[in-house]
């Protein structure tokens, strides 16, 4: 059984930093894409991210370009999205998601192309 678990959100000053981690259990393909999603209250859910594996392709959106950095552990089975420069409208649930044999776009993150999805960590930043 395929299981995707967030964790690392939790609530952070302005100008502050967090890094979000995507563990994949039960994947058995080593081509994989992984994007980073979230939803804040009131608003449709965003895809700001994505990161594909083996070719190591990357996705920002604009909301997040230059402050978001996406990597992965050696084993490849945990996807890090280190989130730098925080501010209130990046308050929200982060999700990851995930397909496998997927190439990420470098223009944007389909929601509706992923297979699995996580349920989400919360971030909140106060100002």
């Known amino acids: 059984e395929v299981q995707l678990v967030e964790s690392g959100g939790g609530l952070v000053q302005a100008g502050g930093s967090l890094r979000l981690s995507c563990t994949l259990s039960?994947?058995?393909?080593?081509?994989?894409?992984v994007g980073w999603f979230r939803r804040a209250p009131g608003k449709e859910r965003e895809g700001i991210s994505c990161i594909s594996h083996p070719d190591g392709t990357t996705y920002y959106t604009e909301a997040v370009k230059g402050r978001a950095t996406l990597s992965t552990d050696q084993t490849k089975h945990t996807v890090f999205l280190q989130m730098d420069s925080l501010n209130p409208e990046d308050t929200a649930t982060y999700y990851c998601?995930?397909?496998?044999?997927?190439?990420?776009?470098?223009?944007?993150?389909?929601?509706?192309?992923?297979?699995?999805w996580g349920k989400g960590t919360p971030v909140t930043v106060s100002s």
């Open positions: 998601a995930a397909r496998p044999f997927y190439l990420c776009a470098q223009y944007r993150v389909f929601s509706d192309a992923m297979d699995y």
């Open positions: 039960g994947f058995t393909s080593e081509s994989w894409g």
